[in-house]
């Protein structure tokens, strides 16, 4: 199954976001962590996290950049239980078991957003709206042949 990696092609991450994710986390939009925030009340960095950042699932930074690529059943069910147990670490979530289902569904929602063609980039836009949130994203898609040479790779900081 395909799910988002989180991408990063210059060090613009470190300067724009409170916290950056790590290049290659797995990573799902994270939206949920601006519920309680009041969009319009926010600045700096925390506002370019709400306008652009994509969750990383293991530092929980923020990320510009996501690219597709494949999952296997055993690291997406780690991202589920890593969700959870932020949910229960920062968000006060009773237990596990009842942070599960909204891990799974945060999880499922990256699931969603995947099905582009493997190592297409994505970028997330979100804004404060009359209906609440709205979010979009725009799909960046490798166009070079499937044998050619990738023009991106993940450093290590």
């Known amino acids: 199954m395909r799910f988002l990696r989180t991408l990063r092609l210059d060090n613009s991450d470190l300067q ?12 799902v939009p994270g939206s949920f962590a601006f519920a309680d925030s009041d969009p319009q009340t926010l600045t700096g960095k925390e ?3 709400f306008k652009s950042g994509w969750l990383g699932t293991e530092s929980f930074g923020r990320a510009t950049l996501v690219e597709v690529v494949e999952i296997d ?6 991202v589920v239980e890593r969700l959870a147990q ?3 670490e920062v968000y006060g979530a009773p237990g596990l078991t009842a942070a599960l289902p909204a891990a799974r569904a945060e ?6 957003l995947s099905d582009h063609k493997l190592h297409s980039l994505l970028a997330i836009e979100r804004e404060p709206g009359p209906a609440g949130l709205t979010e979009r994203v725009r799909v ?8 050619h040479a990738r023009i991106w790779e993940i450093e290590p900081d």
């Open 16 to 27: 724009v976001f409170p916290k950056a994710a790590a290049p290659g986390e797995w990573a």
């Open 47 to 49: 506002k370019l996290a």
């Open 73 to 78: 059943e055993a690291d997406f069910f780690q």
């Open 86 to 88: 932020h949910f229960v």
């Open 107 to 112: 999880a499922d929602d990256a699931l969603g």
């Open 140 to 147: 960046i898609r490798p166009e070079r042949a499937a044998d």
